[in-house]
């Protein structure tokens, strides 16, 4: 069932990196671990908080996939049940790097329409390339993160 994991996981992961002690992240937002923003008993990330270990980061990162973007991705997303486990986890990181809600919402029309349809996905790569910031501080990064995701999407599955 929750086959898109591992691989959610080791994108996320690797694109937001582990840190134990809380810091900025570049959206100015208290973050810790691997980019989580709140414990999972909700409470906000604070300058100064307990460091945690990668045990622990990892936990909440998995506890996000599964209990917070996996449900309003599965449901707001008409083709979620048809992606495969790699396609799942690449929509879950790019949720996870610019907001859960992401589907249908104004500035993402062009990911939004090629999810929409079974016969788009495969223009789903080079529209993840429309959200890397261009100009920005941060477009090397996004870009990477982007072409990884892209990458991951066109990978068949080990079965």
Known sequence: MNDYLP??????ANFEGFRANSYKC?????TIGYGSTYYPNGHL??????PV?????????????QN???????KRIPTWGPMNSNQKAVIISFAYNLG???????????????LSNKDNW???PKALLL?????????AGLRARRTAEGDLWRKIPNT
Do not use: M
């Not at 809600?101 to 500035?107: C, I, L, M, N, Q």
């Not at 959200?131 to 477009?139: H, I, K, L, M, R």
């Open 7 to 12: 691989a959610a996981f080791k994108i996320i």
């Open 26 to 30: 570049p959206a100015g937002v208290w």
């Open 45 to 50: 990330v604070q300058p100064g908080d307990r």
């Open 53 to 65: 270990t990668k045990e622990q980061a990892e936990s909440y990162l998995k506890l996000h996939i």
């Open 68 to 74: 917070v973007i996996v449900p309003v991705l599965s």
């Open 100 to 114: 859960t809600y992401f589907y249908g919402s104004e500035g993402f029309n062009t990911i939004t329409r090629e």
């Open 122 to 124: 495969k223009n789903v």
């Open 131 to 139: 959200y890397v910031n261009p100009g920005s501080t941060f477009e």
